[in-house]
Nanobody, 116 residues
Framework: EVQLVESGGGWVQPGGSLRLSCAAS????????MFWVRQAPGKGLERVSG????????HYVEAVKGRFTISRDDAQNLVYLQMDRLTTEDTAMYYC?????????WGKGTLVIVSS
């Protein structure tokens, strides 16, 4: 059974940092690309960042470039999202998502609230 379990969300003041983690199981993690997708209150889904298998290629939505860093640990089946200089616009539920012929497996999400 494929499982993706996010952690690390919470409340942080603007300008602060959080590190999200996603523990994957039930599939060959190292072979697949992984993504972080978020959904802000009242808005649609937004693909925030992705990392290809092997970790050699990453990409970010324009709004988070230079502030967020995605990484992976294939030995531990983990993917991370380091989020720095957070703004209120980053408030959202963040989902860890597997890419296998599309975004086919999702975690339950971890909530990030950026507020003063």
């Amino acid at each position: 059974e494929v499982q993706l379990v996010e952690s690390g969300g919470g409340w942080v003041q603007p300008g602060g940092s959080l590190r999200l983690s996603c523990a994957a199981s039930g599939f060959t993690f190292s072979s697949l690309s992984m993504f972080w997708v978020r959904q802000a209150p009242g808005k649609g889904l937004e693909r925030v960042s992705g990392i290809h298998n092997g970790g050699s290629s990453t990409h970010y939505v324009e709004a988070v470039k230079g502030r967020f860093t995605i990484s992976r640990d294939d030995a531990q089946n983990l993917v991370y999202l380091q989020m720095d200089r957070l703004t209120t616009e980053d408030t959202a539920m963040y989902y860890c998502v597997r890419h296998y012929y599309g975004l086919d497996a999702w975690g339950k999400g971890t909530l990030v609230i950026v507020s003063s």
